[in-house]
């Protein structure tokens, strides 16, 4: 059964850095895509970084330049570098895996893409 977990979620004033990390079990495939997403109240979900299992990555135009997404193959983990933190990126933050590697886009998911329980990140001015 593939179990994702997210850490590292919090509030942070305006301009700070937070890392977020996501413990991902259960899965065996060597081909992947993994990512991170987000939903604030009131909006729609969103993806905002993704990367698959030949290392590209991709972000939204949003987040290109402030944050930075990795794995830790060590650890088994997904993680996104978040700095230079706006209000606006206040959401529920969410990491994804799927089997769909030859369509790893920002924000694309399916039926089969697995999904974390969320950490809150709240930004305050």
């Known amino acids: 059964q593939v179990q994702l977990q997210e850490s590292g979620g919090g509030s942070v004033q305006d301009g700070g850095p937070l890392r977020l990390s996501c413990e991902i079990s259960g899965y065996h495939s060597t081909t992947y895509c993994r990512g991170w997403f987000r939903q604030a109240p009131g909006k729609a979900r969103e993806g905002v970084a993704s990367?698959?299992?030949?290392?590209?990555?991709r972000y939204s135009s949003s987040v290109e330049g402030r944050f930075t997404i990795s794995l830790d193959n060590a650890k088994n983990t997904l993680d996104l570098q978040m700095n230079s933190l706006k209000p606006d990126d206040t959401a529920m933050h969410y990491c994804?895996?799927?089997?769909?590697?030859?369509?790893?886009?920002?924000?694309?998911?399916?039926?089969?893409?697995?999904w974390g329980q969320g950490t809150q990140v709240t930004v305050s001015s």
């Open positions: 994804t895996t799927s089997r769909r590697w030859y369509e790893c886009y920002v924000g694309s998911w399916s039926a089969s893409t697995y």
């Open positions: 990367i698959d299992s030949e290392g590209a990555t």
